[in-house]
Structures are given as C-alpha cells and as structure tokens.
C-alpha cells in the first residue's frame, strides 16, 4: 500500500508504473504500405526502472572511453557490515556519503604512501546496495587503475597482481569509516540516531569484526576495461530477467547462491515482500552512486591523463567516430508487411493514469 511509502518510494513507483505507458505519451506509427498502425510510448528515465538502464550504461561507457590507461586494472568491493543496516535505513545519503569518502582515502593513503605507490592514484566507484535475494547489501563496485603519478610526474605501476594487501586495506578501511561515524554523531548529522550507549555498542561490535574488501586484478585487454565496469556502473537491484512466474499472489525469482558454489536458485516470494526489497534500495533523489576520484576526478582529469599518457609512453586514445544517425523522414522498417517503413503521424499527448494499472493504448 502507498501509505507505508515514503516520498521518494512513492515517486519512483510512479515512474516505474508509467513508464512505456500512454500516461507519458509517445508517438502513433503508421506504416507507407500496410496502413498498420502502432503505438510508441516514452520512456521514464528513471535510475531504478530495469528498462531505462542498459541505454543508459552504454551511452555513460562511451563517455568514459577516453579515459582509459594502457595498464592493469584492478576490481575491488568493499563491503558494508550488515550490522549498520538500521542506519542506512534512517540516514541513508549520509551514511553511503561516509562509505565513499572512507573508501577513497583508504585508497589514497596506500597509494600516497612512499613505500608503496608515492603518488596519486584514480578510482570509479559504484553505489550498490542489494544482494542476489534483494536484502540490504551495501557494497562499493571500485575500478582503480594498477599504479600511480608521482610528483616527479612518472607513473609508478602496482608493484603485485593484488595492488595493495586487502587485509591491510580492510582494518584502514573498518577504522576510518567508524571514526566517521563517530565525528557524524557527535556532530549531530545523524538526528535520528540518539541513544549514545547504542551507538557506542554498534561501534564497538563493528571494530570487533573483520571487514570484507575483495580485491582482482581484471587481465582483460585494456579495451574491454570499459565494458567490464559498465557490467556494474547502472545496474539495479533487479531486472525483469529474473522474474520467471507470477500467479497473482507469489512471484518466482532466480538468483545465484554464492555461498554454495554460485549455484543457480529460484525462490518464492509474495509480490509484496518481492516490491518491499525492491524499494529498500531506492536511492535518495540527487544522490551520486558513481563518482570519480584522484587523477579521475572530472575537475582535472583532461589533464592528468595527458600527463600520464606522456609518463607512460602512450598515444592518446582515439575519439569514436559519430554514430550516423537515420534521417527522421526515412521511417523505420514495417514489422508486419516488411516492405513499407513507419512514420510518425501523430503525437500523442500524455494521458491521465487510471489508479491501479498504467495504460498501454491510447484513448
């Protein structure tokens, strides 16, 4: 039911409802030919609709192209314990803010540091926040570059396949990120959470465990690079794939069971718990869950690339050629009779949505 939404949940499902519905409006087709008609609806565009994303992560991987090294990349995820799943769900844009931050300087701190990389380093990172059963997972998806520019301006490649030792890298990231936490509360951005035992309790419990970071070299050609981080850069918690059955009460839903050899799984789920995990992962509206970091942040990376392409030797990557675009007048082919080509007759004005269902023709 909508009144257990908040704003924001209730925005996107909205979206999501009238998303390729006449409630956006579109455009009628008629074919030269046949005279067969057909009706095309706008989309939403919203960052959690499974069908607005894969556009928009290949439109985002070519933009990124040019920023591609001739070097090894490295994969790393550093995992959110479960135990601050109750503060995300009550400061959700403070706490994944905290979790991008701690990552970036744990990063930059071995990287920055003389016996290791003695220069600065570049890092994307990508916001997710769900497991394969759609639980509450936070985890950040990095793609940081094998090495780092020194102010010497030479390149200093990763001295092991590993980058940086992810045990080292866990207990720098687990310290600083409660230390955040810590400086939040006691300023009071964290309103919400007030009982000052309990929070002291959850700190304490969260230095007593050990941290999962992930870290693997991608051996991938350099070319590939791009496509390998546009697997992570505009997924969402799911995609209409995975949903295999729906009889009006429960929905099946495959998954993949890491903890038992990446087994393939169905389970079964209502449609109301199935919507719930789904909008525990809405984000809150403006916030950024892919940032660039160091050497690739936007505000200087036109330059620090080219300085590093001159450190390493390396050309700079070739602008793509524009994509030729079909003339509007020149329709599209005519699925029915094959021979004729569709044009847009008519522009059809956004409809009011009934309450309940979206509708797919128009009035």
């Not at 706008?42 to 439109?59: E, L, N, V």
Request: with cysteine; aromatic share 8%; proline share 6%.
């Amino acid at each position: 039911a909508e009144a257990g939404l908040n704003p924001r949940q209730r925005q996107v499902c909205h979206h999501l409802l009238d998303c390729r519905t006449a409630a956006l409006g579109g455009f009628c087709l008629e074919c030269d030919q046949c005279q067969d008609r057909a009706f095309v609806y706008h989309a939403c565009r919203d960052r959690h609709c499974p069908r607005c994303q894969r556009r928009a992560s290949q439109d985002w991987c070519e933009r990124q192209r040019a920023a591609v090294l001739p070097v090894t990349y490295h994969h790393l995820v550093f995992t959110l314990p479960d135990t601050l799943n109750g503060w995300v769900e009550v400061h959700p844009q403070e706490v994944y803010g905290l979790l991008f931050e701690t990552v970036w300087a744990t990063l930059s701190a071995f990287g920055t540091d003389p016996k290791r990389l003695d220069g600065q380093m570049g890092m994307t990172a990508m916001l997710h926040t769900w497991g394969q059963t759609l639980v509450r997972h936070v985890h950040l998806h990095c793609l940081v570059p094998g090495g780092a520019l020194g102010a010497d301006g030479i390149w200093h490649p990763a001295k092991s396949t590993y980058l940086f030792p992810v045990r080292a890298l866990s207990r720098h990231f687990r310290g600083g990120l409660v230390s955040r936490l810590r400086r939040a509360f006691e300023a009071g951005q964290l309103p919400r959470i007030r009982d000052r035992a309990e929070v002291e309790r959850v700190l304490k419990a969260l230095m007593g465990a050990e941290w999962v970071v992930y870290s693997k070299p991608c051996l991938a050609r350099t070319e590939t690079v791009i496509d390998y981080l546009g697997r992570y850069s505009h997924r969402i918690a799911l995609s209409d794939s995975r949903l295999l059955a729906f009889d009006g009460e429960s929905v099946q839903l495959a998954y993949k069971d890491y903890r038992d050899g990446d087994r393939h799984k169905v389970m079964t789920l209502s449609a109301e718990e199935l919507l719930r995990r789904f909008l525990l992962h809405v984000l809150p509206k403006g916030f950024m869950r892919v940032r660039h970091f160091g050497f690739l942040a936007n505000r200087c990376r036109a330059r620090r690339l080219g300085e590093i392409r001159v450190a390493l030797e390396a050309p700079s990557p070739q602008t793509p050629a524009a994509k030729a675009e079909t003339a509007p007048c020149a329709g599209y082919p005519c699925p029915k009779c094959h021979q004729g080509r569709l044009q847009v007759t008519a522009r059809l004005a956004p409809q009011r949505r009934n309450p309940g269902r979206p509708t797919r023709s128009p009035p």
